[in-house]
């Protein structure tokens, strides 16, 4: 992990969160990822852990079936878990519906939806064999949170709209916002942890820390360890 600093957030004692970024179908990357979360926790005990994924577990990577059957149990014993949605769960949800448009679906496999197909077994051209997909994996991503708060920090996969109020963040906001988030240098409600918009490295400003380190483009997949005043960064 990499050396602690001040974090612009913070945490109630006693409780770490580990947050982190898009995965986008690296399956084997998010494994190496949860045991190395798994071995900090071993050595670092505390009273209590929370894992939260950020979101867009699917699409361009090779497997994400895989990734998302490892976001349904976390990988410390009696941790709790927080599962968010990102944009491209719902082009996936939305493309999948039985009533979707062809626009729709197209938009979702020109966005990496075609080896998300894949990993199921199902052929992007074939319409038909889309049913590979099972109903368990669409409940899953049907039940994923927009956002989530907790002490000094604000969750969610994109960011928020900063002249809205954080309980009345819309949920495409939520889950697709770039500007004005980005740039703002204003004050927030609460510090924002996100994905979504791929960076060399994490960033932490202010008022929010990025998270999306563009795992599948080939850069790290990065979890954010916070704990009270401070944060710290796992690679995988």
Known sequence: MLAESLSPGWLPGGLRVYAIGDPHGCAERLA??????AEHAAAEPVERILLVHLGDYVDRGPDSAGVLDLLRAPPVRGAALVNLAGNHEQMMLAALDPQ?????????????????????????????????????D?????????????????????GVRPDVPLDRQDAMDLAWIREPFLSWRGPLE????????????????????????????????????????RVGFIFG
Not at 104 to 119: H, K, M, R, Y
Not at 191 to 207: A, F, K, M, R
Request: with cysteine; glycine share 12%; proline share 8%.
């Open 100 to 136: 979707a448009e062809e626009e729709v679906i197209a938009f979702w496999l020109d966005n990496g939806g075609g080896p998300t197909l894949e990993s199921y077994g199902a052929d992007p051209r074939d319409l038909r064999s889309w049913r590979a997909v099972p109903q368990r």
């Open 32 to 37: 190496a990822l949860h045991e190395r979360i």
């Open 138 to 158: 669409l409940d899953f991503l049907a039940r994923l949170k927009p956002s989530f708060a907790i002490g000094g920090y604000f969750f969610a996969h994109a």
């Open 190 to 229: 609460a510090v924002v942890v996100h994905g979504h918009t791929p960076s060399e490295g994490p960033e932490i400003l202010p008022h929010r820390i990025g998270l999306d380190t563009g795992a599948v483009f080939g850069g790290p997949l990065t979890c954010a360890v916070l704990e009270e005043d």
